[in-house]
């Protein structure tokens, strides 16, 4: 499985200032990584709790955001 420290501290230190576009306003660490942007709207980077794998999860105001969100997010997931 995915080290949960080792992945946070990889993702921390790929934390952008904004994602496709939007500033990230916070960063928690509790369940993963997640970012919140400043339009509402957000992105988890979790590790699986059954298999070893990253799983990305997004909100976001309509599909197309979302979408953008979860690519950036599988990119970044690849680079962990």
């Known amino acids: 499985p995915v080290e949960k420290p080792r992945m946070v501290e990889m993702l921390l230190n790929l934390a952008p200032a904004a994602i496709s576009g939007v500033a990230v306003e916070k960063v928690e660490t509790v369940d993963g990584v997640k970012y919140y942007l400043n339009d509402g709207s957000w992105l988890l980077i979790r590790p699986s709790g059954t298999e070893p794998v990253l ?18 997010g599988e990119e970044m997931a690849a680079k962990a």
């Open 55 to 72: 799983r990305v999860y997004a909100e976001a105001p309509n599909d197309n955001r979302v979408k953008a969100l979860l690519g950036f």
